[in-house]
């Protein structure tokens, strides 16, 4: 797949977003940074997106009739929307590329976002799916049918997930619920790493780690060639990449006001800075 045309969805879709000049965004760390992701978005846009979690958020209290309901959806956009199928084939040539198909005999998705992916390509991989829920249970989806799994018989398990940032979904949740059917959750594919150490956490525990795209200088290169970001844009993006702490700390040294007028800002905004300055998370007093 043509890198830029990942690039190129991402922006077109706002699941990837930059900051105006001056404006980082607030994280639920509450640290600050130039750029937000939501990976989902690639659904075809925010809307269409949070329109599938609102299906997923109800149907997912019925297990057994969860996975093909959201499959429906799924294949129903697929149909639809250029920038979701465009994905979804090139995530289905990515394995059958970098995988030797023999070795893998499940492919699964932890709840909510990860069923975007991996219900649709274990679909058009005839895969059968394992559909985790948060809970850590699992149902096997296999010819549109939903059943109970006990036993995968140490069977090797491709895992499809939106993101990787520090992996902390996979070993709280996903390679457990695989481990407690006997499983071996053998590989992941996401389509964007945040580079943030997942990654190597997913290797120490003896799983093979696969993106599409990282977050790094070649995305926001390919956005300032395609003009999606500016300048002045991309040069923050690349000190942000560097050194994400000290570059903010200087932000915030050279723009006192942002840290006031966000604690004057809406609630969520305002409790994500007095905790910022309240741990002194960039050392500024």
């Known amino acids: 797949m043509e890198k830029n045309k990942l690039v190129t969805w991402l922006f077109r879709t706002d699941a990837v977003r930059v900051c105006p000049e001056n404006r980082p965004f607030w994280y639920t760390s509450s640290k600050?940074?130039?750029?937000?992701?939501?990976?989902?978005?690639?659904?075809?846009?925010?809307?269409?997106?949070?329109?599938?979690?609102?299906?997923?958020?109800?149907?997912?209290?019925?297990?057994?009739?969860?996975?093909?309901?959201?499959?429906?959806?799924?294949?129903?956009?697929?149909?639809?929307?250029?920038?979701?199928?465009?994905?979804?084939?090139?995530?289905?040539?990515?394995?059958?590329?970098?995988?030797?198909?023999?070795?893998?005999?499940?492919?699964?998705?932890?709840?909510?976002?990860?069923?975007?992916?991996?219900?649709?390509?274990?679909?058009?991989?005839?895969?059968?799916?394992?559909?985790?829920?948060?809970?850590?249970?699992?149902?096997?989806?296999?010819?549109?049918?939903?059943?109970?799994?006990?036993?995968?018989k140490n069977a090797n398990v491709l895992h499809i997930a939106d993101i990787i940032t520090e992996a902390s979904s996979y070993t709280r949740a996903w390679i457990p619920a695989i481990a407690a059917l006997n499983g071996n959750l053998k590989y992941s594919l996401v389509v964007i790493d945040r580079l943030q150490g997942g990654a190597e956490r997913l290797n120490g525990a003896g799983v093979e780690s696969h993106a599409l795209m990282n977050v790094d200088k070649e995305l926001f290169d390919g956005a300032l060639e395609e003009a999606h970001i500016t300048r002045e844009q991309h040069k923050m993006l690349m000190n942000y990449l560097e050194e994400p702490t000290e570059t903010m700390r200087t932000f915030l040294l050279e723009h006192p006001e942002f840290l006031e007028n966000s604690l004057k800002s809406d609630s969520k905004t305002a409790e994500r800075a007095k905790t910022c300055i309240e741990k002194n998370i960039y050392g500024l007093s």
């Open 32 to 152: 600050i940074g130039p750029y937000y992701i939501n990976t989902h978005f690639l659904y075809g846009s925010e809307e269409k997106a949070n329109g599938l979690l609102k299906v997923i958020d109800v149907c997912k209290e019925n297990k057994l009739e969860c996975s093909e309901i959201v499959l429906e959806l799924t294949r129903k956009n697929f149909e639809t929307d250029e920038i979701f199928r465009g994905l979804i084939l090139s995530m289905c040539e990515y394995i059958r590329s970098n995988f030797n198909m023999q070795n893998i005999s499940y492919i699964s998705g932890g709840e909510r976002r990860d069923w975007f992916f991996s219900l649709i390509i274990a679909d058009m991989l005839k895969i059968p799916h394992i559909t985790i829920f948060k809970d850590l249970t699992a149902v096997l989806f296999q010819n549109g049918i939903s059943s109970e799994v006990k036993d995968l």
